[in-house]
């Protein structure tokens, strides 16, 4: 199928000398608000909460609901609009059978205790347990607290002795782990996975019986090492969502911190995994085309990268994971695009269509523009749908590869090419001007 008929000549090199002064004031517009507004970072590099919550199946919760009820939450609770909330279905495979539907919900709310706070209650655990008491409470991760106190103390009792503290301090609910019961459900469950995977009765039997040394350890167990988790987030939602579906909502079953530093190391791995694509493409075009072609590929890549980056400015889109992803996607459909065009001139070139580059150019454009419209009208077509139904973090993909598919066909023809041009042009000058010297 060909929408483009063989033999066209559409003149794309006379319209090049209007569209190259905006594509570089785009690039340079675009380049700038990216470094002077700048874009937000996402969950994935800011850092956050993941939390799981249970809703009766008959009930039919849309995830669009669950969504605006978390809003409304996170902007109660920090006083900013537009933060990223992102809610997925969680049951998969059999547990999806269940008589409950299960969300994974992610937020930018990493806590819901102010350092005065956490600062306070870090005081009063060490006045209330004494000389010796050392309490470490690591910022970027949630709300938790590291209890070092100076003897052993009998599990039920100094669960009961730091339950009391926090409800002194305003926190009714935490969660309370000793290091060494924390070790003991670690041996256990790692001896019953390895015996249940034989699937033998008498094993099966000896799993159980592995369980329940563990519980009776764990009985008698003291300890003086503790982490204890503020479960501020979880009652929050518990609250919010228990308000807006009533008997519908079952419970909040887990929440789980995203420490920033995790984050950072991700959009430094994310940055790194960016500039080796970049020199990985450079080093290809450095070998496969000679000076003419090079350095309009690659100023075509940098010219759809920076509007890539003005678009996420100006919808507002924050940088995440699944952008990172689109980028790369975006860097390679670029040169592959700009590939396509040059090889087809390289081609005719050496079918000995020579004289003006500029008319090689078009036929070569225009030979290659069916299958250049057909390419990206699937590709696009297939990305609108995902842009339609789809939510969250892939809605973003999909919107910005739709636009890094424009872009790359549009520098493909009207920046890549009229630059080669120009770099021809400025060759055989120089190499007149080097003949009559």
């Known amino acids: 199928m060909e929408f483009i008929k063989p033999g066209t ?16 004031s785009l690039a340079i517009v675009s380049t700038l608000a990216a470094m002077f507004i700048g874009f937000d970072s996402g969950i994935d590099f800011k850092g956050g909460t993941k939390v799981i919550v249970e809703f009766k199946k008959d009930a039919k919760i849309d995830r669009k609901d669950i969504k605006t009820t978390v809003d409304a939450l996170v902007e109660k609770q920090t006083g900013q609009k537009g933060t990223q909330v992102e809610v997925q279905d969680y049951d998969v495979g059999a547990s999806g059978k269940s008589e409950t539907a299960k969300f994974q919900v992610f937020t930018e709310l990493p806590s819901l205790l102010t350092p005065l706070k956490k600062l306070e209650t870090a005081k009063a655990l060490e006045k209330h347990f004494g000389k010796g008491t050392n309490v470490d409470i690591p910022f970027e991760a949630g709300d938790k607290f590291y209890l070092a106190v100076p003897e052993d103390w009998p599990l039920p009792t100094v669960t009961a002795e730091i339950s009391k503290v926090f409800a002194a301090t305003g926190f009714a609910h935490v969660t309370i782990r000793s290091d060494k019961e924390e070790r003991i459900r670690t041996d256990m469950l790692r001896e019953k996975d390895l015996l249940l995977s034989a699937k033998d009765d008498d094993v099966k039997a000896e799993a159980a019986r592995v369980e329940e040394e563990a519980s009776k350890k764990i009985a008698g167990l003291a300890d003086s090492r503790f982490t204890v988790e503020v479960e501020a987030i979880k009652d929050q939602l518990q609250d919010g969502l228990r308000a807006k579906f ?4 079952v419970d909040v079953l887990s929440t789980a911190s995203v420490s920033p530093s995790v984050g950072k190391e991700l959009f430094q791995t994310a940055m790194l995994a960016l500039f080796y694509a970049v020199i990985g493409i450079l080093i290809y075009i450095a ?3 000679d000076l003419k072609f090079a350095p309009g590929a690659i100023i ?5 990268v920076a509007v890539v980056f003005g678009v996420m400015v100006l919808f507002d889109i924050k940088f995440t994971l699944p952008v990172v992803a689109a980028l790369l996607t975006i860097i390679g459909y670029d040169i592959n695009d700009t590939i396509i065009v040059y090889d087809r001139i390289r081609e005719n ?3 000995g269509k020579v004289g003006d580059l500029a008319k090689v150019i078009n036929l070569s454009i225009n030979e290659t523009l069916s299958r250049t419209i057909m390419t990206s009208l699937c590709t696009e077509l ?5 842009w339609l139904l789809g939510g969250g973090t892939i809605k973003d993909f999909a919107f910005l590869m739709i636009i890094g598919i424009i872009l790359g066909t549009y520098s493909s023809i009207f920046v890549a090419a009229p630059l080669t041009i120009w770099i021809d042009r400025l060759s055989r000058r120089r190499a007149a001007a080097a003949a009559r010297a």
Request: hydrophobic content about 55%; glycine content about 2%.
């Open 9 to 24: 000549t559409y003149d794309f090199m006379k319209a090049a000398r209007f569209w190259i002064p905006f594509s570089v």
């Open 246 to 249: 009533g008997d519908s909502f």
């Open 287 to 289: 070998l496969r085309f």
């Open 300 to 304: 075509c890549l940098i010219h759809d």
């Open 349 to 351: 070139l050496s079918k």
């Open 382 to 386: 297939t990305l609108v749908a995902v």
